[in-house]
C-alpha cells in the first residue's frame, strides 16, 4: 500500500489530493467516488458493477433500505407516501422536541414559566413549539390515514398480517405520546385534559384497589402534582418513544421482507408477486427513490414550517390549577371521540370493554379476515364496514367536541363565549386601545365606535339571540316557548331549551388601573311568574391588560 | 427525477426564505410575548384580588369601600395598597418602617404569602399553609405594584389633608352618626369592638368602652378628647397600656399596628361624630396641640 507521500511522489500533489478525496467519498458513500454520483445526478446509467447498490450491501444507513421497489408501487397511488411520511413525522418531532427539551424543567413550579420562556425568551421559540405541537397533531392524522389506506387496499392480507399488527401497535403508541405531551405546558387545558383521561383508570373493574393503584401508578400521587408531570414527562420523551423505535424497526423490517403490495389489480387473486420483481420494472432506490423522498422531505417541511406560521397556535392557557376547575373541559380533537362515547355509556363499560374490545378487533382483525382477495369489488362488505366506521368516528368526535358539550345557564354560556376563563373569544382580541369605556347593549354593534369592538359586540348579539327569547314575540329575540316541567317554568328558543325571557344585558368596560380596564357583562332576566324575584342575574369580570397580546398571538409573520 | 430535484430544492428554497422573515420579526415578537406574559399575570392578580383581597382592602386597594359575599358595605379593616407610601419610590416608606431589606416586590409577595397574622392578614401562600400557588401569589403581587403609576407617584408631593391643631376647633359632633361611622366605612370595631359591648371586642386593639372615664387621665395635661383625637391621627403618639392579643389580655403591640392612614381618610365631621360616639359628649374641650404633619403622604425622595 503505498502511502500519501509516495503518491505525491509519483503522480504530483494534485493528482494524488484528488485521488486521495476520491477515496474519502467513496468510504463516506460506502462504495461510490465522486464520479459515480456525478452520473447518478445527472441520470446515467451506472456502470457495471453497478455501484448504487454497494451502499445498501456495505453502508448502515441504507442497508435496511431495500436497493429496488417495484416501480408500481414508487407512484403516489397505493402508498400515498403516508408510510414514509409517518417515518418522517417521528423524526421530525424528535428533533424539535429535542429543542424545547433544552428549554424544559419537568416541576410544576418551573414547567409553565419555562414554556413562556420558550414563547418570549427563546429566538424561534414560539415557531418550534408550533411546530413540534402541530407536527405531534399532522402525526396522528398521517399514520391514521397510513392504516386506513393499508386497510383499504388489503394490503393486512397474508403474509403481511404480522406487519398490520406492529402498525396498531405503532398507531397507539402515536396517540398515547401525543396525549402524554398535552399535560407537560402544565397549564389548565393540559392539567384538566389529563385528569379527565387518567380517571378513567378509577373505573377499572374489579376490586377497588387495583383501579386506585393504576391511577396512583400514572399520577404519581392521587392527584396529578409534581409526580405525575415527571411520569409523564418520562413517558413522552423516553419510554414511549424508545417502544415506538423498536416497533418501527420490526415494522419496517416486515416491510421490507414481504416487499411493498402491489396495487390490488396488478396481481392474481391470491397471489403475492411483490418479491418477484422483473427487470424492466425495477425503480432503484439510488437515485430515484432517494431523490423522491428528498423532494417530500422539503415539501412536507414547507407545509409544517408555513401551517406553524399562518394556520396554526399552540394553545397555553393559564397555569394549571387543582382548585379550579375550567367551566368546559375537552379532551384534543383526536381523543374527542372517547368523550362522545362516554356520553353514551357507562364509563366502565367505554373504557374498559368497548375501547378494548375494539382495538383487540382491530389487532386481530388481518387473521380472521382471511379472504384470499385484495380487489375491491371481491370487499363490499369490509370497505362498507371500514366507511360506516369512519363514519362513526366522525359523529363521535362531534359528540365528544365543544359543541355537542352539556350546557350551563344561558347567561353563563354568553359569558363563556365573550370572556372565556381560558382561550380566545371576540371580546378578548379586541386591542386594548380600542376597548373603548363605555356602557354597550349586545346590540350596539352598528354604533361601536370602532370596527374592532363592533365585531365583539356582533358576538355578543349573537350569543344573545341564541340564549335568550321574548316573551310576547317583539324585539330582536325568538318568541318564547313556554316549557313546564311540573312546578317549574323554563323559557326556550329555536337553539335551546333553556334561554333567558327579556333579559338585559350590557358590557361595561371602565378603566381599573393606568394600564388595565375592567370589562363586566351584566346579566339580568325577571322572573315572569314573579317580577320581584330574578329568573338569571349572573355578573361576569374580566381584566385586560395593555400589554397581554391576545391579538397578536396567532400570528408570527404580520 | 429532474422534476423531483428542482421541486425540492425551490420547497427547500422557499422554507428557508420563511424561516428568514420570521428570523427578522423575531425580535420584536419576543418582547411582545415577554409582556404578554406579565400582562397575563397581572390580569389573573387582579381576577385575585377581586374574590380574595377586595373585602378587607377595597377594590380599588384604596381601603375606602368594602363589601362582604353579600353585597353589603362593611369596615374596611386591611390598609391602604394603592398607596404613595407603599407604592413610590425604590424604598417607600412603608418597608423603611420595618427595616425591610429587599425590593418592594419582596416585601409584598412576602407579606401577601406569610400574611400577617397579628394584625389580621391571613396566610395566602401553599408554602404557610393558605390557598393561593406560588404564581398565584406573584400574580397578585405583580397587580398591587401595578398600581405604581405616574398619577398616584407624580413626583410632585402630594398635598395632605391639613387636621385642626386643637381638637376643640372640630364641628360638634353627632355620636349617633358616630356609632355609624365607626363599623362603616372606618371598621373600627373589626379591632377594638363596639364601645357599648365590651365582649364585641376581641383584638388587637383594646377596647374603647373604658375611654370615658379613664381617657383624660391617661396622659397628663390631655383632655379625653385630646387623647382620643391625637390616637386616631397618629397611631403611634400613645400606646394604650392593655389589649387584648389572642383574647388575653396583655400589653399593646409597639409601634401600634392600628392603620395611620385615618387622617386621609375621615372627613373633620366623621372625626367629631366618632369622638363623641366613643366619649358620649358633642363638644370637646382641649389643652394640646397636635401636629398632625403636613403633606403626610408625599412620596418618598429618590436617593
Same mark, same amino acid.
Given at each position: ?558 | ?115 400577617? %397574622?397579628? &394584625?389580621?392578614?391571613? =396566610?395566602?401562600?401553599?408554602? $404557610? #399553609? ?8 406573584? /400574580? !397578585? ?109 396583655? %400589653?399593646? &403591640?409597639?409601634?401600634? =399596628?392600628?392603620?395611620?392612614? $385615618? #387622617? ?8 367629631? /361624630? !366618632? ?29
Amino acid at each position: 500500500m503505498a502511502t500519501f507521500v509516495d503518491q505525491v511522489r509519483e503522480l504530483g500533489l494534485k493528482q494524488a489530493t484528488i485521488a486521495k478525496a476520491d477515496e474519502a467519498v467513496e468510504r463516506l458513500t460506502a462504495g461510490m467516488n465522486v464520479n459515480d454520483l456525478r452520473d447518478m445526478l445527472r441520470g446515467e446509467e451506472p456502470r457495471r458493477p453497478n455501484p448504487r447498490l454497494r451502499p445498501h450491501a456495505d453502508g448502515f444507513w441504507l442497508h435496511i433500505r431495500p436497493s429496488f421497489y417495484h416501480t408500481e408501487v414508487t407512484h403516489i397511488y397505493p402508498t400515498f407516501r403516508l408510510g414514509w411520511l409517518s417515518t418522517f413525522m417521528f423524526v421530525w418531532e424528535t428533533i424539535t422536541g429535542i429543542f424545547l427539551m433544552i428549554f424544559y424543567t419537568p416541576s410544576p413550579d418551573a414547567a409553565y414559566s419555562d414554556i413562556w420562556n420558550i414563547l418570549g425568551n427563546v429566538p424561534l421559540g414560539q415557531l418550534m413549539r408550533n411546530l413540534h405541537r402541530f407536527g405531534a397533531e399532522v402525526m396522528v392524522v398521517v399514520v391514521a390515514l397510513h392504516m386506513l389506506r393499508t386497510f383499504v387496499t388489503g394490503s393486512y392480507k397474508q403474509p403481511r398480517q404480522f406487519t398490520w399488527v406492529t402498525g396498531m401497535v405503532l398507531l397507539v403508541l402515536t396517540l398515547i405520546l401525543s396525549f402524554s405531551g398535552y399535560l407537560l405546558p402544565w397549564d389548565q387545558l393540559a392539567y384538566w385534559a389529563v385528569t379527565v383521561a387518567v380517571s378513567a383508570a378509577e373505573a377499572t373493574p374489579g376490586p377497588p384497589a387495583l383501579g386506585e393503584n393504576i391511577n396512583l401508578l400514572l399520577r404519581g400521587a392521587p392527584t396529578i402534582g409534581a409526580g405525575g408531570l415527571l411520569r409523564f414527562y418520562l413517558l413522552h420523551v423516553l419510554a414511549l418513544p424508545l417502544l415506538l423505535a423498536i416497533f418501527f424497526f420490526v415494522h419496517y423490517y416486515k416491510v421490507v421482507i414481504h416487499g411493498h403490495s402491489l396495487p390490488p389489480g396488478r396481481e392474481a387473486i391470491g397471489e403475492d408477486t411483490a418479491k418477484r420483481v422483473p427487470r424492466d420494472e425495477r425503480t432503484y432506490f439510488l437515485p430515484d427513490i432517494a431523490t423522491s423522498e428528498l423532494m417530500w422531505t422539503a415539501l412536507t417541511v414547507l407545509f409544517l414550517v408555513a401551517g406553524s406560521i399562518w394556520f396554526y397556535n399552540a394553545p397555553l392557557e393559564r397555569q394549571a390549577n387543582p382548585l379550579v376547575t375550567p367551566l368546559h373541559v375537552v379532551a384534543p380533537w383526536y381523543l374527542a371521540w372517547s368523550q362522545g362515547w362516554l356520553k353514551l355509556a357507562d364509563k366502565v363499560f367505554i373504557a374498559f370493554i368497548f375501547i378494548p374490545g375494539l382495538a383487540t378487533a382491530f389487532f386481530l382483525m388481518p387473521y380472521f379476515e382471511v379472504g384470499k382477495s385484495r380487489r375491491y369489488a371481491d370487499r363490499r362488505v369490509g370497505l362498507s364496514v371500514a366507511m360506516l366506521f369512519i363514519a362513526l368516528m366522525w359523529i363521535s368526535n362531534w359528540m365528544g367536541s365543544p359543541e355537542y358539550r352539556v350546557q350551563s345557564s344561558p347567561d353563563q354560556e354568553v359569558a363563556q363565549e365573550l370572556l372565556p376563563q381560558e382561550g380566545h373569544s371576540a371580546l378578548k382580541e379586541v386591542p386594548y386601545a380600542y376597548l373603548e369605556p363605555g356602557t354597550y347593549g349586545p346590540f350596539d354593534a352598528e354604533d361601536a365606535p370602532n370596527p374592532f369592538l363592533a365585531a365583539a359586540l356582533e358576538e355578543f348579539g349573537h350569543a344573545m339571540q341564541q340564549r335568550s327569547c321574548s316573551l310576547n314575540g317583539d324585539g330582536p329575540f325568538e318568541r318564547c316557548r313556554v316549557i313546564e316541567q311540573g312546578d317549574d317554568v323554563r323559557y326556550g328558543n329555536s337553539f335551546t331549551n333553556d334561554a333567558m325571557p327579556n333579559p338585559q344585558a350590557q358590557l361595561i368596560i371602565d378603566d381599573y388601573q393606568e394600564n388595565m380596564r375592567r370589562l363586566v357583562l351584566v346579566f339580568s332576566a325577571p322572573d315572569p311568574r314573579n317580577p320581584e324575584s330574578s329568573l338569571y342575574s349572573y355578573t361576569r369580570t374580566g381584566y385586560r391588560h395593555e400589554l397581554s397580546n391576545y391579538e397578536e398571538e396567532r400570528r408570527i409573520l404580520q | 427525477m429532474q422534476t423531483k430535484i428542482i421541486i425540492g430544492t425551490i420547497a427547500f428554497m422557499l422554507t428557508m426564505i420563511v424561516l428568514g422573515f420570521v428570523a427578522l420579526n423575531e425580535p420584536a415578537r419576543l418582547e411582545a410575548f415577554s409582556n404578554a406574559y406579565e400582562g397575563r399575570s397581572i390580569e389573573n392578580g387582579a381576577e385575585i384580588f377581586a374574590n380574595n383581597c377586595a373585602t378587607c382592602h377595597g377594590i380599588n386597594g384604596r381601603a375606602e369601600q368594602c363589601f362582604d359575599a353579600a353585597g353589603n358595605e362593611i369596615g374596611c379593616v386591611g390598609r391602604p395598597l394603592n398607596a404613595v407610601d407603599l407604592l413610590c419610590g425604590t424604598k417607600p416608606p412603608r418597608l423603611v418602617a420595618m427595616d425591610w431589606g429587599g425590593a418592594k416586590y419582596d416585601f409584598i409577595e412576602g407579606t401577601v404569602a406569610a400574611g400577617r %397574622p397579628w &394584625a389580621g392578614m391571613p =396566610t395566602w401562600g401553599q408554602q $404557610f #399553609g393558605g390557598p393561593l400557588q406560588n404564581n398565584e401569589v406573584r /400574580d !397578585v403581587t405583580l397587580f398591587v405594584l401595578n398600581w405604581e403609576s405616574e398619577t398616584l407617584c407624580g413626583g410632585e408631593a402630594v398635598e395632605g389633608p391639613v387636621w385642626p391643631s386643637q381638637v376643640s376647633e372640630l364641628p360638634a359632633g353627632d355620636p349617633e352618626n358616630g356609632a355609624a361611622v365607626y363599623q362603616v366605612p372606618y371598621g373600627c370595631n373589626a379591632c377594638h369592638g363596639l364601645v357599648e359591648d365590651e365582649s364585641t371586642a376581641n383584638g388587637p386593639g383594646p377596647w374603647l368602652g373604658v375611654l370615658a372615664e379613664e381617657a383624660d387621665e391617661r396622659i397628663e395635661g390631655y383632655t379625653a378628647a385630646d387623647y382620643i383625637y391625637e390616637s386616631i391621627l397618629l397611631p403611634n403618639a400613645h400606646i394604650a397600656p392593655e389589649c387584648l392579643t389572642g383574647g388575653q389580655p396583655g %400589653p399593646c &403591640a409597639e409601634p401600634s =399596628t392600628m392603620l395611620a392612614n $385615618f #387622617g386621609e381618610r375621615m372627613t373633620e365631621q366623621d372625626m367629631a /361624630d !366618632v369622638i363623641s360616639y366613643i366619649l358620649g359628649t358633642t363638644e370637646f374641650e382641649s389643652n394640646v396641640e397636635v401636629q398632625y404633619p403636613e403633606g403626610a403622604v408625599a412620596p418618598p425622595v429618590e436617593e
